[in-house]
């Protein structure tokens, strides 16, 4: 809807170039906003007030013209002027009926494919394999599989890249302590990842020894020995499979095959320091091999390095990402980049994108995108930490919430099995701490609260649960299957006309977490939906209905509902319950 009219104000703004209102040269990007206040319409638009200058005109007459050039057409019902030159629209019921029965009719919901699809290279999660995954990582995990599964649905390719880090001298004195122990004891060992690391890294400070072998085995490690690099690989074998644990437990998309690990590029690396020597954009400083750009300065004015080689001849992270962007590019296809990484990196990325594009890296029409995101805090404010202080395993922390959830579970009433209750102590447990994290807006912090994630009210996973299973119970008593309704659906009641509306809006909700890659824009949708199916389902009696039609349009209505709900979440990578 919100494109077709775009379309229509495309048209008029053409038109207005033929009679030279405007001039023929402008370009104004058509944006449409969802006014708060329902009495200014379902659309507002400010193009009036963007052309007004070029036009040289008052934006208000503007506006009009605007809307006498519109195309006929049955999309919008009313079209009016607003303050200084805004035009509110309202659309046309016939419209608003005609989509909701094409989204009952349809397996997607009437969502449209994207006309272009991008070729999306999406780098998530990407934790390093020396130790085991940690609540640092939760959020990159879930937001670049929530915006992965949403640009898929959109029908875009999407290509997955996890971007381990296993490589790196940490691993010298990882290989130097498997060494010491013997197979079986190491094998024990490794099964608690965070704990070998501790006492590696303890073998190390105490042992000179320990901490020259250490060094040696990288060395041999990097130049390709092969005992070495047995050794190696089995420790990022049991490292990725304490990874893909966790992306199941959290139903996460990652498998084995999208991992493609920083040492992937070890044979390209010598060629990227080769292009930028040829491109004259090496400087050689204090032994070690950079690139100054101009664009950026640290606080004395004077350009920041990027290092691409130490003084030793070893490569950096950031000569990893510069092969890295430019197999994302040339090799998958890449149209559009995406690294969902830590705002703390920002200025690793900006440099990254800069120096590919100028040293050719990458060339032509390319979206390269940071999509930074805050941390995870605790309650009083600080970093989110485990009880004895350190960092918060993952695995650790999916326990909890599922112990947590079923504690609550067992104090509510209900007729669940023990083996239902535990499943479904699962599924809320797991979706709280994922939904919690999808619903606060990327860019910022957040605070790990238990007890607000696993709340029954507000914008949560289990109010949303909850509510999907309420309109799923109003079918069973009904005993009719959600996709058999018959008949038209009717908006008569101000509750239903809310509902209608709000169902409506769910492709341009997509459009936009797809565009910003935002999934709480998805989160505070489902939300709002939820919502208006409560006061509707107060209001408007379904079952309790004398009247045919009227039922039948109610459950029609319910139906798109628990649809829209179901299918959100699992955009969100959030699976819903039939009871709980
Ligand atoms: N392994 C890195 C870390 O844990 C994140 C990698 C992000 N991706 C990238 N292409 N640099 O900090």
Redesign the pocket.
Same mark, same amino acid.
């Given at each position: 809807m919100k494109e077709a009219l775009q379309q229509l104000l495309t048209q008029a703004v053409e038109q207005l170039k033929v009679s030279q209102v405007i001039p023929a040269d402008s370009q104004p990007r058509i944006q449409l906003d969802r006014p708060r206040d329902k009495s200014h319409g379902d659309f507002a638009s400010n193009l009036a007030l963007m052309l007004a200058k070029t036009a040289k005109m008052n934006p208000r007459a503007l506006a009009e013209q605007l809307i006498a050039a519109l195309p006929a057409n049955d999309l919008i019902a009313k079209a009016d002027i607003a303050g200084p030159g805004f035009i509110n629209f309202t659309i046309s019921q016939q419209q608003l009926l005609g989509q909701l029965q094409a989204a009952y009719a349809s397996q997607r919901l009437n969502v449209e494919l994207s006309a272009e699809p991008d070729c999306v290279v999406i780098?998530y999660s990407?934790?390093?394999l020396a130790k085991e995954m940690h609540v640092?990582?939760l959020r990159?995990t879930i937001i670049g599989d929530a915006v992965s599964r949403t640009l898929e649905f959109l029908g875009h390719q999407v290509i997955r890249?996890n971007?381990?880090?296993d490589w790196g001298t940490q691993f010298g004195m990882l290989l130097a302590h498997m060494e010491e122990l013997d197979a079986s004891d190491s094998q024990w060992q490794l099964s608690n990842l965070e704990t070998f690391y501790k006492a590696a890294k303890k073998r190390f400070d105490e042992s000179e020894t320990f901490a020259d072998r250490a060094r040696q085995l990288v060395v041999s490690l990097q130049s390709g020995d092969q005992y070495c690099n047995q050794l190696w690989q089995q420790f990022i074998d049991i490292s990725l499979s304490h990874c893909q644990e966790v992306y199941d437990r959290l139903g996460v998309k990652l498998t084995r095959a999208d991992v493609m690990a920083?040492s992937a590029y070890n044979d390209k690396l010598a060629g990227v320091i080769e292009h930028l020597r040829e491109r004259g954009l090496l400087v050689e400083d204090q032994g070690a091999q950079c690139v100054f750009l101009d664009e950026f300065k640290g606080k004395d004015g004077e350009p920041l390095p990027v290092i691409v080689q130490k003084k030793g001849g070893g490569y950096l !992270?950031a000569t990893?990402?510069l092969a890295?962007i430019e197999y994302r590019q040339k090799q998958l296809g890449g149209t559009r980049l995406l !690294?969902f990484?830590?705002q703390r990196?920002s200025l690793?990325?900006q440099q990254i994108f800069t120096l590919a594009r100028k040293a050719g890296f990458v060339e032509g029409e390319l979206d390269i995108e940071h999509l930074a995101f805050g941390m995870v805090l605790g309650k009083d404010g600080k970093p989110f930490k485990s009880r004895d202080g350190g960092v918060t395993k993952l695995a650790d922390l999916l326990d909890e919430a599922q112990r947590r959830a079923l504690t609550l579970l067992q104090q509510k009433d209900n007729e669940l099995s023990p083996a239902q209750q535990q499943h479904v102590a699962e599924v809320v447990g797991i979706s709280s701490v994922k939904y919690a994290d999808l619903s606060k807006n990327r860019t910022s912090d957040y605070m790990f609260d238990w007890d607000t994630m696993l709340s029954f009210e507000g914008n949560t996973a289990p109010y949303l649960l909850y509510a999907f299973t309420r309109v799923r119970s109003v079918f069973e008593k009904a005993g009719i299957d959600m996709a058999e309704v018959p008949g038209e659906i009717i908006l008569e009641h101000e509750k239903e006309q809310a509902l209608a509306n709000q169902l409506v809006k769910f492709n341009e909700t997509l459009q936009s977490v797809a565009n910003k890659c935002m999934p709480h824009f998805l989160c505070g949708y489902l939300f709002d939906l939820a919502g208006a199916f409560s006061s509707f389902y107060e209001h408007c009696p379904i079952l309790n209905q004398d009247d045919a039609a009227l039922r039948n349009s109610r459950l029609k209505l319910s139906a798109l509902t628990a649809r829209t709900l179901q299918q959100g979440l699992a955009l969100l990578g959030i699976d819903t319950l039939e009871k709980m």
């Amino acid at each position: 809807m919100k494109e077709a009219l775009q379309q229509l104000l495309t048209q008029a703004v053409e038109q207005l170039k033929v009679s030279q209102v405007i001039p023929a040269d402008s370009q104004p990007r058509i944006q449409l906003d969802r006014p708060r206040d329902k009495s200014h319409g379902d659309f507002a638009s400010n193009l009036a007030l963007m052309l007004a200058k070029t036009a040289k005109m008052n934006p208000r007459a503007l506006a009009e013209q605007l809307i006498a050039a519109l195309p006929a057409n049955d999309l919008i019902a009313k079209a009016d002027i607003a303050g200084p030159g805004f035009i509110n629209f309202t659309i046309s019921q016939q419209q608003l009926l005609g989509q909701l029965q094409a989204a009952y009719a349809s397996q997607r919901l009437n969502v449209e494919l994207s006309a272009e699809p991008d070729c999306v290279v999406i780098d998530y999660s990407s934790p390093n394999l020396a130790k085991e995954m940690h609540v640092g990582h939760l959020r990159s995990t879930i937001i670049g599989d929530a915006v992965s599964r949403t640009l898929e649905f959109l029908g875009h390719q999407v290509i997955r890249q996890n971007h381990v880090g296993d490589w790196g001298t940490q691993f010298g004195m990882l290989l130097a302590h498997m060494e010491e122990l013997d197979a079986s004891d190491s094998q024990w060992q490794l099964s608690n990842l965070e704990t070998f690391y501790k006492a590696a890294k303890k073998r190390f400070d105490e042992s000179e020894t320990f901490a020259d072998r250490a060094r040696q085995l990288v060395v041999s490690l990097q130049s390709g020995d092969q005992y070495c690099n047995q050794l190696w690989q089995q420790f990022i074998d049991i490292s990725l499979s304490h990874c893909q644990e966790v992306y199941d437990r959290l139903g996460v998309k990652l498998t084995r095959a999208d991992v493609m690990a920083e040492s992937a590029y070890n044979d390209k690396l010598a060629g990227v320091i080769e292009h930028l020597r040829e491109r004259g954009l090496l400087v050689e400083d204090q032994g070690a091999q950079c690139v100054f750009l101009d664009e950026f300065k640290g606080k004395d004015g004077e350009p920041l390095p990027v290092i691409v080689q130490k003084k030793g001849g070893g490569y950096l !992270y950031a000569t990893t990402d510069l092969a890295a962007i430019e197999y994302r590019q040339k090799q998958l296809g890449g149209t559009r980049l995406l !690294y969902f990484v830590d705002q703390r990196q920002s200025l690793h990325f900006q440099q990254i994108f800069t120096l590919a594009r100028k040293a050719g890296f990458v060339e032509g029409e390319l979206d390269i995108e940071h999509l930074a995101f805050g941390m995870v805090l605790g309650k009083d404010g600080k970093p989110f930490k485990s009880r004895d202080g350190g960092v918060t395993k993952l695995a650790d922390l999916l326990d909890e919430a599922q112990r947590r959830a079923l504690t609550l579970l067992q104090q509510k009433d209900n007729e669940l099995s023990p083996a239902q209750q535990q499943h479904v102590a699962e599924v809320v447990g797991i979706s709280s701490v994922k939904y919690a994290d999808l619903s606060k807006n990327r860019t910022s912090d957040y605070m790990f609260d238990w007890d607000t994630m696993l709340s029954f009210e507000g914008n949560t996973a289990p109010y949303l649960l909850y509510a999907f299973t309420r309109v799923r119970s109003v079918f069973e008593k009904a005993g009719i299957d959600m996709a058999e309704v018959p008949g038209e659906i009717i908006l008569e009641h101000e509750k239903e006309q809310a509902l209608a509306n709000q169902l409506v809006k769910f492709n341009e909700t997509l459009q936009s977490v797809a565009n910003k890659c935002m999934p709480h824009f998805l989160c505070g949708y489902l939300f709002d939906l939820a919502g208006a199916f409560s006061s509707f389902y107060e209001h408007c009696p379904i079952l309790n209905q004398d009247d045919a039609a009227l039922r039948n349009s109610r459950l029609k209505l319910s139906a798109l509902t628990a649809r829209t709900l179901q299918q959100g979440l699992a955009l969100l990578g959030i699976d819903t319950l039939e009871k709980m």
